[in-house]
């Protein structure tokens, strides 16, 4: 856009009111009622988004969310059979960060009637905000099997060969034998079987994990 000085006693014209101020302006809207034609470099700010948003010349990018974390329901799959939940617990939160980044809170509990299916586990990641695929990012995992005394560490992965959509890994930093030196083992149900690490009911985990997302524009409010 163009910058423009204006003389002593010059009429301000309509189009130097849209073209200098409004234009270059930071107009305050909501995702429904963004600017009909905006022009590359065109900022606004989103009040049902609460995202300060930059026009690139052929979408609107965030640049900065300052909400508060928003929740989703990850779905839990298995490379065999499914797993399910039950009467345990599973749920996350993200949170848009300046850029193309996102912070992801996921917590996962073992109820009496949780089933472990067969197989690799992974968690989906936000609805429409996939990482790239041929990227690959890494979190932290922290829990308890036994909810008291038993704790474990390890590191959520989203695969470079994924599709992009799930953690595909929760890695645990744990022992194959007493006393034996730790190493990094996939979460599967056989991990299960062979006590490595075995979650009792009301055991838990949480992952903390940032990824960068390839959708760029704002989100809806309610997404």
Known sequence: MPYKDFSVGEVLTANDVNTYLMQQSIAVVTSGTRPNSPVQGQMIYE????SLVLYTGSVWETLVYHGPFKTYVPAWT???????????????QYRRLPGRMVWVRLSWS??????FGSGTYSFSLPPGL????????????????????????????????????????ISWDISD?????????????????????????????????????????????DA
Do not use: H, K
Request: net charge negative; glycine share 14%.
């Open 110 to 115: 073992r109820g009496s009637t949780t089933n």
């Open 177 to 221: 034998t007493a006393g034996g030196a730790g190493d990094m083992d996939n979460w599967t149900s056989t991990t299960q079987s062979n006590n490595e690490p075995q979650f009792d009911v009301d055991g838990y985990f949480t992952v903390n994990l940032m990824y960068e997302t390839t959708y760029i524009e704002s989100d809806e409010e």
């Open 78 to 92: 298995a490379s065999g059979t499914n797993p399910s939940i039950g009467n345990g617990g599973l749920s996350a």
């Open 130 to 169: 996939p990482a790239e695929v041929g990227t690959r990012w890494f979190g932290d995992v922290y829990g308890s099997p036994d909810n008291a005394n038993y704790q474990v560490r390890g590191i959520a992965t989203i695969l470079a060969g994924g599709s992009g959509e799930n953690i595909d890994r």
């Open 47 to 50: 009040t049902d988004t609460q």
